[in-house]
């Protein structure tokens, strides 16, 4: 059984261009949530996404957005990329009632 | 709305126990534990729902009072694959869902 699947699993980057993460969750989860990490630091809560449309939202700047798709695969673009934004980011499916997250190994996106 | 996690770092010998807390400011639904190991995602090891409710898996146990808005987690006769960061994760109100500060551990011979 597949667990959550993430790609790419590197990236760079230069200052102002935009990125697209991507995350397949694990089979049966229907609800996906994505985290930035940086260095050192817990997981913050950037969105989930559940039925396709952005549920809760942390504390990040509208040049972070997702989507999710109709087989419950998602999404993370941020836009104007900052050196700031250089980070693991984590994307964790569950199921919508809640019994734990599944994280997948990450993307490492450097901003230079 | 971060939760805070003491202590922030603790080593241990093999066969110690260790207590991790975790502190809200704001009302809990639920808390859950993770283990991140270096280079490595965060790994589900358990969720209370419920105020009072205590969980176990194998030697790691934890509790949740949710008057207090704490959760602690219990890690007895520690073994070297216990090394890692903890982290609880709490859901609050709306399905936000946050990790808190994160505590190392690290278990020596």
């Known amino acids: 059984d597949a667990g959550v699947t993430q790609s790419p699993t590197h990236l760079i980057k230069t200052r102002g261009q935009q990125v697209t993460l991507r995350c397949s969750p694990k089979?049966?989860?229907?609800?996906v949530s994505w985290y930035q990490q940086a260095l050192g630091q817990g997981p913050q809560f950037i969105f989930q996404y559940y039925e396709e449309e952005e549920r809760q939202r942390g504390n990040f700047p509208d040049r972070f957005s997702g989507h999710q798709f109709p087989n419950y695969s998602s999404e993370l673009n941020v836009n104007a990329l900052l050196l700031g934004d250089s980070a693991l980011y984590l994307c964790?499916?569950?199921?919508?009632?809640?019994?734990?997250?599944?994280f997948g190994s990450g993307t490492r996106l450097t901003v230079v | 709305q971060q939760p805070v996690q003491s202590p922030q770092a603790v080593i241990l010998r093999e066969g110690e126990d260790a207590v991790i807390n975790c502190s809200s400011s704001k009302a809990l639904y639920s808390v859950h534990w993770y283990r991140q190991k270096h280079g490595e995602a965060p790994v589900f090891l358990m969720i209370l729902l419920k105020g009072g409710e205590q969980k176990g898996h194998e030697k790691i146990s934890a509790s949740f009072n949710e008057k207090k808005q704490q959760s602690s987690l219990y890690l007895t006769a520690s073994q070297l694959s216990y090394s890692g960061t903890y982290f609880c994760?709490?859901?609050?109100?709306?399905?936000?869902?946050?990790f808190g500060t994160g505590t190392s551990l690290t278990v020596i011979p």
């Open positions: 964790a499916s569950s199921i919508r009632t809640g019994k734990g997250y599944t």
């Open positions: 089979s049966g989860h229907d609800t």
């Open positions: 994760g709490t859901g609050m109100t709306g399905n936000q869902f946050y």
